[in-house]
Each structure stands twice: as C-alpha cells, then as structure tokens.
C-alpha cells in the first residue's frame, strides 16, 4: 500500500515537465494567432529563411516596377503634352497657310494682302512661342539630347536667321522608360538638301527696289515682260555644303539681255556669286533660248530654278535657303507684305504653299513619333502590370499563409493548450503537503 500511495504523489520533474508543455503550447498558439492576424506563414527570417528571401526579392523588384511606374508616367505627361503642342503648331500652320492663299485672290489690294501679312505675323509668333514650350518641370519640350532653356533663337542678323540651341538627336528609349522630350531640331528647322525650302527674290540693282515677279528698270516700274522666279525655285539638286558651314547665299545678276539680233530668240548673260564662297569662283553665263518661254539657272552648286518670262538688264535674283519653318513664315509675311501687285503676290503665295507644306511634313513626322511613343508607353505600361502581378504571386506563395489551415492549425493548438491547462491543474493537486493534509 505504501508504494502505490507514494506513486500517486507528484514530484519536482513532473510539475516542471508540464510548467514546460503548457509554455510551449501557448508559445505555439501565440505564434499560429500572430500568423492569423498578419495572415503571413512567414513573419520572421527565422520562419522559413529560403521563403523569407524569396519573398524580399519579390518585394524588391515590385518597388522598383512600381518606381519605374512613376517615372513612365512623368514621361507620358511630357510627351502627351508635346503631342498636344505639336497639333496646336500644326492647327496654327494650317491657319497661316489659309491666310497665304487668301493673300494670293486676286482682288485683294496692297493695303489687304498688308493686313493679312499682319495676321500672318500673329501666328506666326504663336509658332515659335509653341516651339520653345516648356513642361511642368520647366524643361524644353523639345529639348532634343539637350539645349538651353529657349531652344529655338531667332530672328538673327547673321546667317542662318533662326537656329537650335542645343545638340540635335532624339534620346533612345529603354524596355521600361521613354524620352521625356523630342527633337526639335527634326520638327522644326530644315538642312537644304533633305528638305529643299528655298526662298527666292528679285530686285533690280539700280533702283534697289524689291520686285518678286518683275523686273524693274532704271526709269522705274515696267509692268510687262515680267521675269518671275519658279515656286519651287533651287527645289531641285540641293546639296549641302561642306564643313557646315550655313548654306550660301546665291545671286544670279543679268548684265546683258538681247531680244532683237534673232527674232524669237533672246540671248542672256548672267553672272553667279556665292556667299560664302565654298565653290570658288563661278563663271558667267550666255544662254539664249526662244523669247518668252522659261530658262534654265543651272550653274548654282547643286542647284538650279526657272525663270519665265524676259529678264532685264541689272535684274538680280537671289536664292536663299530657308534654315527652319520660322524662317519660312518671315520670308512668307514679308514676300506678301510688300507685294506691289497681283503677279508678286501670285509669286510670294506659290512660293510660301511649297515651303509651308515642307514644314507641315517636318511637324507631323516628328508628331508621328509622340504617338508612338505614348504607344509605346501604354505597352511598357501594361507589361509591367503583369510583372507586378506575377511578383506578388512569388510573394504571396512564399510567405502568406493558407487561411484554412491556419485556422485549423490554430483550432488543434487551442484544444491542445486548454488539454495541457487542465493536466497542469491536476498535476498541481499531487502535492505532498495537499496529501498530507
């Protein structure tokens, strides 16, 4: 009897055996409830280490999709606001080139085609204004691989009379960003041999007075036998010139013209001066052709125009090559400004239509490439959505926890901390001053 009542009696290690199974049981149960809350299987490094490193890549690189987010859509906002320049550019263009053909109805006085080069100036600052937009971070939107804050400089003094403060190119875009801004340089100033805009003048130079579709005489005006420079006058053949040096001015001057040793036939001589001279000194000319039919100016470096009509003595005609769009609308605003009748006016609109819609073509290629750009965002845009998505899912499985069996888990670990509780409680009644008592 003495030994069974002896093992009924608890002991030291048993009553420190179950003050360690019920630590452990609401250690775990405290573990599995943090793990519900949070909802993560992995909490802690400790946890799961391999998880847990998954999981911070995962991260990781979901911050930098999410930071690159960002960025693509500061670069959008830019973009689509060059866009929206370009249209308001291209619009105002348009506007200038109805006013030029308006200018060219033959009913319109001096005094109006002078009032419509007035509105034509208007638009024609709204151009360059547009041109030297900045973005909401006060950066060119055209900056091109970078310019000065006012890209586009002009009128000047000195040849060429507008031009790009900066380094002309287009940044390149990468597999998650695009350019923040375009060429400018590309939309809006012109190289002689890709877009051949040229504008041409003739004057007479003993009175000096500007004539663009007469020839004028020493005793003033003469307003038959007109000599009137072709439209797309040095449109063809153009060349650049070396060194880059701004391209020459030409002048082609009549010293002498004869319409009477041959009936029908007119003999001209005509000299060719280039400024600045990269071509070296340009022999004269004696052409003749049949009286009052086109003639030929080919002797001008890469180019060449037509003339119609019979020139005069000390006519001078001189070619200049049109550095950009602006220059273009100056050289359209004061051509018909200052057309003295409806032949000069018919020059100066025939001349303008054919640079303007050089412009207009430089305007929409370069418009062309914002849209795809903003295309292209919206591409890049959706990809990384996708690999956003596909690193939570990493995430996710790395270390979130499986709900059900969380709750389950939680479930046995409950029932088994209140088991342990109550075998504590019995354990403690197998004292031996409760025996004794």
Same mark, same amino acid.
């Given at each position: 009897m003495a030994?069974?009542? *002896?093992?009924?009696?608890? /002991?030291?290690?048993?009553?420190?055996?179950?003050?360690?199974?019920?630590?452990a049981r609401q250690a775990a149960l405290s573990e599995l409830q943090e793990n519900l809350t949070s909802g993560k299987r992995v909490v802690r490094a400790s946890d799961d280490p391999t998880s847990a490193a998954i999981a911070e890549r995962a991260l990781t690189r979901i911050s930098r999709i999410a930071t690159d987010q960002r960025a693509l859509e500061s670069?959008?906002?830019?973009?689509?606001?060059?866009?929206?320049?370009?249209?308001?550019?291209?619009?105002?263009?348009?506007?200038?080139?109805?006013?030029?053909?308006?200018?060219?109805?033959?009913?319109?006085?001096?005094?109006?085609r002078r009032t419509i080069a007035?509105?034509?100036?208007?638009?024609?600052?709204?151009?360059f204004a547009l041109a030297n937009t900045k973005d909401q971070n006060g950066l060119p939107l055209f900056?091109?691989?970078?310019?000065?804050?006012?890209?586009?400089?002009?009128?000047?003094?000195?040849?060429?009379?507008? /031009?790009?403060?900066?380094?002309?190119?287009? /940044?390149?875009?990468?597999?998650?960003?695009?350019?923040?801004?375009?060429?400018?340089?590309n939309a809006f100033m012109h190289?002689?041999?890709?877009?051949?805009?040229f504008n041409a003048i003739v004057t007479n130079t003993v009175d000096g007075l500007i004539s663009t579709d007469r020839t004028l005489t020493t005793d003033n005006v003469v307003?038959?036998?007109?000599? *009137?420079?072709?439209?797309?006058?040095?449109a063809a053949q153009a060349v650049a010139p070396p060194n880059n040096v701004p391209y020459p001015k030409y002048t082609v001057a009549f010293t002498a013209v004869d319409t009477t040793t041959v009936p029908g036939t007119t003999t001209a001589t005509y000299t060719t001066t280039e400024v600045p001279p990269v071509s070296g000194v340009i022999a004269a000319v004696t052409v003749s052709y049949p009286t009052n039919t086109s003639i030929t100016v080919a002797t001008l470096p890469g180019l060449s125009f037509n003339i119609t009509g019979t020139p005069k003595v000390n006519d001078t005609i001189t070619i200049d090559s049109s550095a950009s769009v602006f220059s273009?609308?100056?050289?359209a605003i004061r051509d018909i400004g200052e057309a003295g009748n409806n032949n000069a006016s018919a020059q100066a609109v025939s001349q303008a239509l054919h640079n303007i819609d050089i412009g207009l073509a430089r305007v929409s290629n370069v418009r062309g490439q914002a849209g795809e750009l903003l295309n292209r965002a919206d591409r890049i845009?959706?990809?990384?959505?996708?690999?956003?998505?596909?690193?939570?899912?990493?995430?996710?499985r790395a270390e979130d926890l499986d709900m059900i069996k969380g709750i389950s888990d939680f479930s046995n670990q409950q029932t088994g901390y209140s088991a342990a509780l109550q075998t504590y409680a019995q354990i403690q009644k197998l004292s031996l001053f409760n025996f004794i008592s």
């Amino acid at each position: 009897m003495a030994t069974l009542s *002896t093992a009924r009696l608890g /002991s030291a290690n048993t009553y420190d055996n179950a003050i360690r199974i019920v630590t452990a049981r609401q250690a775990a149960l405290s573990e599995l409830q943090e793990n519900l809350t949070s909802g993560k299987r992995v909490v802690r490094a400790s946890d799961d280490p391999t998880s847990a490193a998954i999981a911070e890549r995962a991260l990781t690189r979901i911050s930098r999709i999410a930071t690159d987010q960002r960025a693509l859509e500061s670069q959008r906002t830019s973009i689509a606001t060059t866009e929206s320049t370009l249209g308001d550019v291209t619009d105002a263009l348009q506007r200038f080139r109805e006013l030029v053909v308006s200018a060219g109805n033959g009913v319109h006085s001096a005094a109006e085609r002078r009032t419509i080069a007035q509105e034509m100036q208007g638009l024609r600052d709204q151009v360059f204004a547009l041109a030297n937009t900045k973005d909401q971070n006060g950066l060119p939107l055209f900056n091109a691989l970078g310019s000065a804050l006012t890209p586009f400089v002009g009128p000047q003094a000195t040849a060429p009379d507008y /031009s790009f403060n900066g380094l002309p190119g287009q /940044s390149a875009a990468s597999a998650v960003t695009i350019p923040f801004t375009l060429d400018g340089d590309n939309a809006f100033m012109h190289q002689p041999a890709r877009d051949q805009a040229f504008n041409a003048i003739v004057t007479n130079t003993v009175d000096g007075l500007i004539s663009t579709d007469r020839t004028l005489t020493t005793d003033n005006v003469v307003m038959t036998n007109q000599a *009137t420079v072709s439209a797309t006058a040095a449109a063809a053949q153009a060349v650049a010139p070396p060194n880059n040096v701004p391209y020459p001015k030409y002048t082609v001057a009549f010293t002498a013209v004869d319409t009477t040793t041959v009936p029908g036939t007119t003999t001209a001589t005509y000299t060719t001066t280039e400024v600045p001279p990269v071509s070296g000194v340009i022999a004269a000319v004696t052409v003749s052709y049949p009286t009052n039919t086109s003639i030929t100016v080919a002797t001008l470096p890469g180019l060449s125009f037509n003339i119609t009509g019979t020139p005069k003595v000390n006519d001078t005609i001189t070619i200049d090559s049109s550095a950009s769009v602006f220059s273009v609308l100056d050289d359209a605003i004061r051509d018909i400004g200052e057309a003295g009748n409806n032949n000069a006016s018919a020059q100066a609109v025939s001349q303008a239509l054919h640079n303007i819609d050089i412009g207009l073509a430089r305007v929409s290629n370069v418009r062309g490439q914002a849209g795809e750009l903003l295309n292209r965002a919206d591409r890049i845009s959706g990809n990384q959505e996708k690999r956003s998505i596909q690193m939570e899912e990493n995430r996710s499985r790395a270390e979130d926890l499986d709900m059900i069996k969380g709750i389950s888990d939680f479930s046995n670990q409950q029932t088994g901390y209140s088991a342990a509780l109550q075998t504590y409680a019995q354990i403690q009644k197998l004292s031996l001053f409760n025996f004794i008592s």
